[in-house]
């Protein structure tokens, strides 16, 4: 075969294309006849295309070691139905119950004085910097004071006043109506903190009842 | 299955003959139909990842984790050829072990012109068989893991695996463009490192 162009050769990457079987290339007409008329282009196509096609033949291989199958680890048992409920709302029940415990128990000791309202008021106040609500003074006259100082929380200490049959004057008639309030403000707290650890039991239920994998893992 | 013919060279694995019924059943959940695919595939797989990683140890581990991969997505399956499908997803597995292994250089791969290449014998345990044709596919082996490494896993996906230029391109997260250029640059790299290696060609 003779050499019947004087044109330059083409890029040698279109040559390997051609090799290939590249579809540009394969369409390329200058390309291809310029190969036909080229000896040492189409020596060059045709090295190229024998070791296309041992690399085509390459043989799979055989691992060193025989490979098992492991199928993904099953995943923890997820909770489900019902027990993802519980599993969901223990938190939400622990937060609340454990504020109403702690919010109870600071009100009945009297760290809100007996204005209800003013535990809005204190803890707003508190948060934002001001200056706290001012809890109700009650005139005690022999008495230890209810609330603030170092008798926070404290009923009077009158164990021989009668609020019953001593109530003639308009003293007397202030503080029964101040010991009540007291009173009931006391037990309110007192339900406070009742319904707090009632939903911290909740919660301790909830917790189990929502952790079967735990128990699952355990056997 | 049939065991391989000791006296024949080891070559691509086909498809099994009862491939559908075994692909269906394994898409609808039996293990062991899958296991079986992976058992018969995994020479393919290996010697796939093995040859874009050159290391043992990481092919395996690509080959484990296109089989997890397959077998996540065994949905996704869409027909045509599983082995070509299986591939694709090996190939995936292993380019991101190499990109991995670059990112964090800790694993050094073997210097292959240090003589520590760690060819396998495709013919597993029979020296018996070692023929021309072995030879040719140890020198092709050699010489790929000679070229540079863009070139290696253009040159291994396009033409020792039959994708096609868009396949790789996915694969390699390459324009289609420069995967057809380092397919060809690495074709004629790969013509020098074998130029006194000739007559493998011509047996």
């Not at chain 1, 230890?144 to 926070?152: I, K, N, Q, S, T």
């Not at chain 2, 018969?40 to 080959?63: F, K, N, S, V």
């Not at chain 2, 599983?82 to 991995?100: C, G, K």
């Not at chain 2, 790299?189 to 047996?203: G, P, S, T, V």
Request: charged share 20%; net charge negative.
């Amino acid at each position: 075969m003779t050499m019947m162009f004087s044109a330059a050769h083409p890029d040698p990457e279109r040559l390997a294309a051609l090799a290939g079987a590249d579809v540009d290339a394969l369409a390329d007409r200058e390309l291809t006849t310029h190969v036909k008329g080229c000896v040492a282009c189409d020596r060059q196509v045709r090295e190229l295309g024998a070791m296309h096609t041992a690399l085509a033949d390459l043989p799979d291989l055989t691992p060193s070691r025989p490979l098992q199958f492991l199928p993904p680890a099953a995943e923890p048992a997820r909770p489900a139905g019902w027990r993802l409920v519980f599993r969901r709302a223990f938190a939400p029940v622990a937060v609340v119950g454990l504020a109403l415990v702690l919010v109870g128990g600071l009100g009945a000791s009297g760290q809100f004085g007996t204005d209800p309202a003013g535990v809005f008021q204190q803890i707003v106040g508190g948060a934002s910097g001001g200056a706290p609500a001012e809890a109700p003074a009650v005139d005690t006259s022999g008495t230890r004071p209810v609330d603030g100082g170092d008798g926070a929380g404290l009923l009077p200490q009158t164990p021989d006043q009668d609020f019953e049959t001593e109530s003639t004057g308009s003293e007397p008639a202030t503080d029964r109506g101040e010991v009540q309030t007291l009173a009931a403000t006391t037990l309110s707290w007192v339900y406070v903190v009742a319904t707090g650890l009632g939903l911290l039991v909740l919660a301790f239920v909830l917790w189990v009842a929502g952790k079967p994998a735990r128990l699952a893992a355990w056997r | 299955m049939s065991d391989p013919d000791p006296s024949r060279p080891a070559t691509r694995t086909g498809p099994l003959a009862d491939e559908t019924a075994v692909v269906a059943a394994a898409i609808s959940g039996d293990r062991s139909a899958f296991a079986r695919l992976m058992e018969h595939y995994q020479g393919a797989c290996y010697g796939l990842a093995w040859r874009l990683l050159g290391d043992r140890d990481l092919a395996a581990d690509a080959t484990q984790d296109a089989f997890i991969h397959a077998y996540d997505h065994l949905g996704a399956y869409r027909g045509g050829a599983f082995r070509s499908w299986l591939m694709r997803i090996t190939a995936n597995a292993a380019y991101d072990i190499l990109r991995r292994s670059q990112r964090r250089p800790t694993t050094t791969l073997p210097d292959p012109e240090a003589g520590e290449a760690d060819i396998p014998d495709p013919f597993g345990v029979n020296p018996v068989v070692e023929s021309a044709r072995s030879e040719l596919y140890r020198a092709l082996d050699a010489a790929l893991r000679l070229l540079p490494e863009e070139q290696r896993t253009a040159v291994i996906l396009a033409d020792v695996y039959g994708m096609d230029y868009q396949e790789v391109s996915v694969v390699i997260h390459s324009p289609v463009g420069t995967v057809k250029s380092r397919i060809h640059r690495g074709r004629l790299r790969l013509r020098e490192l074998l130029a006194d290696q000739r007559e493998l060609f011509e047996r």
